[in-house]
């Protein structure tokens, strides 16, 4: 089924195209798109641009993360902790992604900024993914933990984190996709900085607005990516998630 839903969008890409460009051009058919992606692949500098994002996107989601997790673990007890969090969790989630873009190119220049909205954008997300996990232990669990003589912190190092492990790399790997879609946005917003597929994407819109073919290839190459990874996070949830869950 998924081979055929790829093949009915490809169908309407080829449609839309059609109907409404015929130049292909303005909305480029995928023959196009896909012949110059792969032109764009035997190219070393897509290969740079590529590599300046996945650094940027890495960085930024790796500190998301840490920052995700060391505060999951630190509420994970405490529901005065989790109900304070609660609002500031809220209004990150709420914010528009564009204000932390244009708020970090003030605070820290075009280049950074990617990153730290990768940060901001992803943490809520991560947190309550890792609070979420942590908190899914039976209580059982933990009264059997603590009935063996384990304290509160030895019940979240041997029992908590490891049962909610699975939990949480599915999170991560969900999350990664809109990351890099953030990360995107984020370079194309900041405008011509160090590298990216935003950027790149920014400039081939520059050079010619008429003919959108090559923005329309570096996207190809983002939403591919993306696809990798919710491909995996689909395998990892069914072969690994639903049959702890199904126990």
Avoid: H
């Amino acid at each position: 089924m998924f081979f055929l839903g790829f093949l009915f969008l490809i169908g309407v890409w080829f449609l839309v195209s059609a109907i409404i460009d015929l130049n292909n051009m303005i909305f480029p058919s995928p023959y196009n798109t896909f012949k110059l992606m792969f032109e764009l692949l035997g190219k070393k500098s897509t290969y740079r641009y590529l590599g300046f994002s996945i650094i940027r996107l890495i960085i930024g989601f790796s500190v998301s993360f840490a920052l995700a997790f060391l505060l999951g673990i630190i509420v994970n007890n405490s529901e005065i902790l989790y109900n304070f969090f609660t609002p500031v969790i809220t209004f990150l989630k709420a914010a528009p992604t564009a204000t932390f873009v244009f708020l970090f190119i003030v605070l820290f220049g075009g280049r950074n900024a990617p990153a730290f909205v990768v940060v901001v954008m992803c943490f809520p997300i991560l947190y309550e993914s890792v609070v979420s996990a942590l908190r899914s232990t039976s209580q059982s669990m933990i009264d059997a933990a603590q009935i063996d003589g384990a304290g509160k912190f030895k019940t979240l190092m041997r029992v908590q984190i490891p049962l909610g492990m699975p939990f949480i790399s599915l999170g991560l790997l969900s999350t990664f996709g809109m990351a890099f879609k953030v990360e995107i946005m984020a370079e194309i917003i900041t405008g011509i900085t160090k590298g990216g597929i935003g950027t790149m994407i920014k400039i081939s819109n520059l050079l010619d607005g008429t003919d959108l073919t090559a923005m329309f290839a570096y996207s190809l190459m983002a939403i591919i990516l993306v696809l990798i990874v919710s491909i995996c996070a689909s395998i990892f949830k069914s072969k690994v998630i639903n049959p702890r869950l199904a126990k």
